[in-house]
């Protein structure tokens, strides 16, 4: 069943640790702790480890112990009274960001992600540009050459060797003849060793020269009359062989992961890579493969995209959604003052905690979190996959998979509180209201 | 309890029904058998003179799905002055071509419309693709899941697999992805085109796998009618968009073999290559094959004037396609060794030469076509127009003058390479109910929906009569939803949520092995958590399944 079963041993348990969703995970349980964990990567061990360490179900109103009851009570109450409140984190499932999009939508609340960031890098390039991009498995069997841009995939997605770039088979390429090139602020012995077992060409260039190199190598593609030497011999003459490369490889990939582009005007960057992408489909067959999905920020914005017509950054305060990617941006409107509450949802992570600020503060948060400053209201909730079902989605925006059931000790789902929220403030809908509030 | 609606001028084709004066009456949300005097009607409706159909059934309209999704990503320009605030009973939402869910599900209850239908799910997209409709709020959905350029199925026939072993995978893909039936998109093009092949013609090798989309057609829609699923298999033929693609558009007629087929969006695949422009219409040479072969069925997906985008599985056509992006930006996507897509947004300009053609041709079809049980009233939303266009399109195949009118503002040579002017049928309200109500459900196996017979679900659409269609099909005066008032006038007064129809035909649970062996070497999801179990729809995703009956159905 979707929601009862718990099984004491699980053999293909997705894991919502980061966008790679490895859902091979098996894991064995007894009496409701974890006994071990096969095929996960560190930070998923670490993330089941710190889950079935927090089990506290207290929610707090201003750092004192409080009944669940009370704090929907005060959470109804400070949701009624505010006038631009701000949805932010949105680390949920599916399921949870149905209801938060049905809450908002009352509460005439701004949406944005706690990766906001990351995702407008990519997301900016697709709304002036569009893209061309492949998937998981199109890259185990198809690729002959892949460019990975950035220097951090290994850190963010700890099994893309494994999962994406070196599986055991390969329907269509043998995998050790498969070109891996990277491209970013490498040293050669910072290497991690899956992806040094590659051989891979190591192109170096610090993080700030990317968008130059991946500018080159599109003018080089599209055969515009570009200064190779411009970047220095070494550099240049490299990226020109790699252009030849891309050329003439068959269905080349070109992976970054825009979270770790923190330069500003990291657009551009992403910007040349889809357009050094497009520029090789002209002849030949290339794909990009951005990687992302992390805190469930794929999963938000699906959901937020298909249910409003709009991407996140997105405001309901007038009673229909407006879009801004630049000023809808979730710290600006914190530090500006601009929202009168912050409604922070972040399920997955302990860690992933909203920033000390003045404005009033609800927390739809994992079990383990520690405050710096106290919100004005916390609601320890389950994380999904470890405490309830739901779904996610990976990082290439196409496979959402089922997430299973490991524990059940009452931690409820986002989508339970936030649902419970919108009912409590469902009564005074349809009185006379002057201000577009709840 | 038990309604009444008295008084209505009844089109109900599936049951020869042509105007009659009837009463119908509603209990526990179906239409019932007149009860016995003695029973108290608790509600009665008064419609005299009103038109009175079942719910409209939208058999291929693009509405759930990644590619929609992307779509929506990358035009936040279409939802922008087109917004939709909420009310007290209705959620916010908008967009023009590419609504968004909610705003979907409500503007197709607004003109009458009950269930519609996704013509596009990829198997590796039908979480995603149900989901979307499952918040698609008011009507029932379903989908068709795309086979015919997943690599596994190719290299089965390459491999000279038997049929029943097709049929067995075909079968299987219709439970996982929880469908109603299957839809080949460029067969083995998609496919093809990852191998960077930019053509693929009915008769041509494919690249990797050596075999030909006529294998692929005659295949799959054999593998369909073994299996007793009602709908033939649902064929978006090679070559869109190509002018001459009549040609392979018969061809593909052909590669079924007399085994039931349906062509969609036939109208982007009716294309000549004659006259100055190198672009002229075929929908006679079309029409005549549509009519003279039984097994054959057709969906129009009418061009309409204005901004839209068009969202595909066909990367290959998309991709060759981009240039003609507006606003010049467009996307493409390679997807898990099971097909792909392109999102290439469009405008299509009335002063055009090849758009008004276009409109021309898909009008032609409509009027050539003799039998309007097996032509459908669509526009492949978004591709051809936004279904939103439904009541404008209704008026120009009921209205010849108004038909008329409108050809002398396009393109003027455009106008003198169409028949259109000398076409002199008008569709009557009964063919109108055939193509948008009866024809849809007989199609799809829907016995339970399409008619306003006892035992029918109780989907009905109630219409002022006007003397302009369009005024009368874009706001209808009562829409029921099993039996509830969900609009009134036009507007939303009751939302309701929909169900998800399939079918199940039976197969061999031994292909399973064989599929979950692909899956392990060479997918990056496991079978387990590829397969959509009902409990995951109903609890999960958030909509009930309704399976529907296959021919020769043991269970």
Redesign the interface.
């Known amino acids: 069943?979707?929601?009862n079963e718990i099984e004491q041993m699980m053999d293909?348990v997705?894991c919502p640790c980061c966008g790679l969703s490895c859902?091979?995970l098996k894991i064995e349980m007894s009496d409701g702790q974890l006994k071990s964990i096969q095929n996960g990567c560190h930070l998923a061990r670490a993330f089941y480890d710190t889950a079935f360490h927090h089990t506290d179900q207290d929610p707090m109103i201003d750092g004192r112990a409080t009944t669940l009851e009370e704090a929907l009570d005060y959470g109804t109450e400070l949701l009624r009274q505010a006038r631009s409140p701000l949805f932010a984190g949105l680390a949920t499932d599916?399921?949870g960001m149905?209801g938060i999009l049905?809450l908002a939508?009352?509460c005439g609340a701004t949406l944005d992600h706690l990766n906001g960031d990351a995702m407008f890098r990519n997301?900016r390039v697709?709304?002036?540009?569009?893209?061309?991009?492949?998937?998981?498995?199109?890259v185990?069997?198809?690729a002959d050459l892949i460019l990975l841009v950035g220097s951090q995939c290994i850190d963010r997605f700890p099994r893309l060797v494994e999962?994406?770039l070196h599986?055991?088979?390969?329907?269509?390429v043998e995998t050790n003849q498969r070109r891996i090139i990277l491209l970013g602020p490498w040293q050669q012995d910072d290497i991690p060793t899956e992806l040094a077992q590659l051989n891979p060409t190591v192109i170096a260039t610090d993080i700030e020269s990317l968008s130059d190199a991946a500018g080159l190598l599109r003018g080089l593609v599209a055969d515009r009359p570009v200064d190779s030497d411009r970047l220095g011999d070494d550099l240049g003459n490299s990226l020109t062989a790699l252009a030849e490369q891309l050329k003439a490889a068959?269905?080349s990939v070109i992976s970054w992961s825009a979270a770790e582009l923190t330069m500003a005007h990291a657009e551009l960057v992403v910007q040349s890579l889809v357009d050094l992408v497009k520029a090789l489909?002209a002849k030949?067959?290339s794909?990009a493969l951005p990687l992302a999905g992390t805190q469930a920020d794929i999963t938000a914005n699906?959901?937020c995209?298909?249910?409003?017509?709009?991407?996140l950054r997105t405001r309901?305060q007038?009673?229909?959604?407006?879009?801004d990617p630049s000023l809808f941006r979730w710290q600006d409107l914190l530090t500006s003052g601009e929202s009168d509450l912050l409604l922070w949802v972040s399920s997955f992570s302990s860690l992933a905690t909203p920033p000390p600020t003045k404005t009033p503060t609800i927390v739809l948060g994992h079990a383990g979190m520690m405050f710096e400053q106290q919100p004005s209201l916390y609601i320890p909730v389950g994380v999904p996959g470890i405490d309830h079902?739901?779904?996610w989605y990976r990082s290439d925006?196409?496979?959402?998979?089922?997430l299973g059931k490991l524990r059940d000790i009452g931690l409820p789902a986002v989508s339970l509180i936030v649902n419970q929220l919108n009912e409590r403030l469902l009564p005074f809908?349809?009185e006379p209201e002057s201000a577009p509030a709840c | 309890m038990l309604s009444k609606l008295t008084g209505g001028k009844l089109y109900d084709p599936a049951n020869g029904i042509n105007g009659d004066t009837r009463d119908i009456y509603i209990r526990d949300g179906k239409i019932v058998d007149p009860p016995a005097d003695s029973e108290i009607v608790h509600r009665t409706y008064s419609l005299d003179g009103k038109i009175v159909m079942a719910g409209a059934i939208d058999m291929h309209t693009h509405i759930?799905g990644?590619k929609?999704?992307?779509a929506?990503?990358?035009?936040?320009e279409?939802?922008r002055g087109s917004?939709?605030?909420?009310t007290?009973l209705t959620?916010?939402?908008?967009?023009h071509a590419?609504?968004?869910?909610?705003?979907a599900g409500y503007r197709y209850a607004e003109m009458g419309y009950t269930s519609c239908f996704e013509p596009a799910v990829?198997p590796?997209?039908a979480?995603?693709a149900h989901?979307?409709m499952a918040?698609t709020p008011m009507i029932d959905t379903g989908g068709y899941a795309m086979l015919g350029n997943d690599?596994l199925l190719l290299q089965l026939i390459s491999e000279g697999a038997e049929q029943q072993t097709l049929n067995d995978y075909v079968a299987w893909t219709l439970h996982a992805a929880q469908c109603i039936g299957i839809k080949v998109v460029n067969p083995g093009g998609i496919n093809a085109?990852?191998?960077?092949q930019r053509a693929l013609d009915v008769d041509d090798s494919h690249p990797?796998y050596r075999i030909t989309p006529r294998d692929i057609v005659r295949t799959l829609s054999r593998a369909l009618s073994e299996l007793g699923v009602p709908h033939p298999l649902h064929v978006h033929a090679s070559n869109l968009g190509v002018p001459g693609n009549y040609l392979s558009t018969l061809a593909t007629m052909e590669a079924a073999e007399g085994f039931p087929i349906h062509l969609t969006h036939i109208q982007f695949h009716s294309y000549g290559a004659e006259g100055d422009q190198k672009f002229s219409s075929c929908a006679a040479e079309i029409a005549e094959a549509v009519n003279n072969q039984s097994n054959i069925s057709i969906d129009v997906g009418q061009v309409m004037f204005g901004q839209t985008v068009t969202i595909s599985g066909d990367t290959m056509a998309q991709?060759a396609n981009h240039n003609h992006?507006h606003p010049n930006?467009?996307?493409?996507?390679?997807?898990?060794?099971?097909a792909g897509c392109g999102?290439v947004p469009f405008r299509y300009r009335d002063k055009n030469f090849v758009n008004a053609l276009q409109w021309a041709i898909g009008l032609e079809l409509f009027l050539m076509v003799d039998d309007p049980w097996r032509i459908f009233l669509t526009t492949d939303h978004p591709n051809g127009a936004p279904f939103t266009s439904y009541p404008h399109l209704i008026r120009l195949l009921m209205d010849r003058g108004f038909r008329n009118d409108l050809m002398g503002q396009i393109h003027p040579e455009a106008s003198a390479a169409t028949h259109l002017g000398s076409l002199e049928r008008e569709y009557s309200l009964y063919e109108i109910a055939i193509m948008t109500r009866a024809a849809p459900a007989r199609i799809l196996g829907l016995s339970d929906r399409g008619h306003l017979a006892p035992g029918a679900l109780a989907d009905i659409a109630v219409y002022h009569q006007h003397e302009n269609p369009e005024r009368m099909f874009e706001r209808p005066m009562l829409v029921f939803k099993q039996g509830e008032v969900v609009v009134e006038e036009g507007r939303i007064t009751q939302p309701v949520k929909g169900a998800t129809q399939v079918v199940r035909p039976e197969y061999d649970k031994r292909i399973e092995k064989l599929i979950e062996r692909r899956f392990e070497?060479?997918?990056?999801?496991?079978l387990?958590?590829f397969v959509i179990?009902d409990?995951?729809m109903?609890?999960?995703?958030?909509s009930q399944v309704n399976i529907h009956a296959c021919k020769g159905s043991r269970t």
């Open positions: 069943m979707w929601n293909a997705t859902d091979d599916v399921n149905r049905a939508d009352r997301l697709v709304q002036d540009n569009g893209w061309f991009t492949t998937t998981f498995t199109e185990r069997n198809r999962r994406v599986p055991e088979e390969s329907l269509f068959k269905y489909n030949t067959r794909a699906q959901v995209t298909w249910q409003l017509g709009y991407p309901l007038r009673g229909y959604p407006e879009h079902r739901g779904h925006g196409v496979c959402s998979l089922p809908a349809d | 759930g990644g929609v999704n992307i929506r990503t990358m035009l936040p279409d939802q917004a939709r605030p909420k007290d959620r916010s939402g908008g967009g590419i609504p968004s869910t909610l705003a990829l590796a997209n979480r995603q989901m979307e918040d690599d085109f990852k191998f960077n990797h991709h992006a930006k467009w996307t493409c996507m390679d997807i898990e060794c099971d999102v070497r060479y997918h990056s999801i496991g387990h958590n179990s409990d995951e109903a609890e999960g995703i958030g």
